[in-house]
């Protein structure tokens, strides 16, 4: 299959280019579009056929459900059986935005979209070519990730013409996604609210809206017999690039020296190091391939440039990548979920 790649305006998207690939995703296809958090592979919500079409092309487990996508607000009533009271605060609160809400499903919803699942993951993105893109196509839009399984989420069109040129009709470029990690994840679907996901709406911010709610013990540990996520995605090893992560934490002094220590060992060895550091710190390092994240004193750069440089680790052929790690506060706890699991929570604490 030939993947079509179109350019379009994030700030005044051209309806031309739009309505062409809302047709293709009436028709069954699969477009992938930018979004404020990631890039998302779209497909028809309501076509089972089209839903499995995903699976094919990211080559994901078909136990990891999918999230639909909605233009406007008019679009969650026909896909869920029942909306909260704590539900609509969130919603008045924050959509569109960067979090999807997991709501009891309704019948219409195929169960290619939620892997069996009674509930249903939704959201309505904010950014201007996602929003125009679903209403144009007058449905809802299943879209999770438009990576391979497995590897970074992709915050470029590049990004995703790398893992799936090809196997999908239809790429558009709106440039680089703002926030550049995955959508919060929250289970409003009972009484007691739970976060299954960390993002850009912090548990801080939705605490804020309608007061204490649970985490997913699996945001913040390793998955394992006993802690089972309630989101399936986050079981799979995930946002990892090909080399083997090792995160480094300690006080800064230390954390430099066990790295140049390390990378010292590592290519004494013939292995091909590198190093993800900070404007802090870009200059400590004596040698590896050093890249920078982003600013510690700005974690929003942090988030938005974690993607990239995990795959730029990638295209070097880095086998190993040590890390800093960074405050769990706020944004923070969103990047270090991230970064642990592209690690697999593989520390040397310093
Ligand atoms: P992605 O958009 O690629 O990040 O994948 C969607 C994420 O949403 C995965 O981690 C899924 O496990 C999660 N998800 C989708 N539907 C549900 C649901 N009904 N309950 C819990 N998690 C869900
Ligand atoms: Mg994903």
Redesign the pocket.
Known sequence: METKLVKVDSENPERELLTEAAEILRKGGLVAFPTETVYGLGANGLDGDACKRIYEAKGRPSD????LTIGDISGLYPIVSRVTENAEKIIDAFWPGPI?L?LPKADCVPSAV?GG?D???VRYPSNKIARELIKLAGIPVAA??ANSSGKPSPTRASHVAFDLDGKIDMIIDGGAADWGL?ST?L?VSEDKLVL??PGAVTQEMIEKVVGPIDVDPAVYSKPSKDIVP?????KYKHYSPSAKVILVSGPGDNVIRTINEKVREDEAKGLKVGIMATVQTENSYESGNVLVVGDRDKPETIGANLFKILRKFDFIGADVVYSEVFDEDGEGAAIMNRLNKAAGFNYIRC
Not at 64 to 67: A, D, E, G, Q, T
Not at 230 to 234: D, L, N, Q, S, T
């Open positions: 990891n459900p999918l999230i999807t997991v939620t699942l509930t249903v993951a999770p990730s995955e994840i289970d299954l996901r309630k989101a399936p995605g986050m």
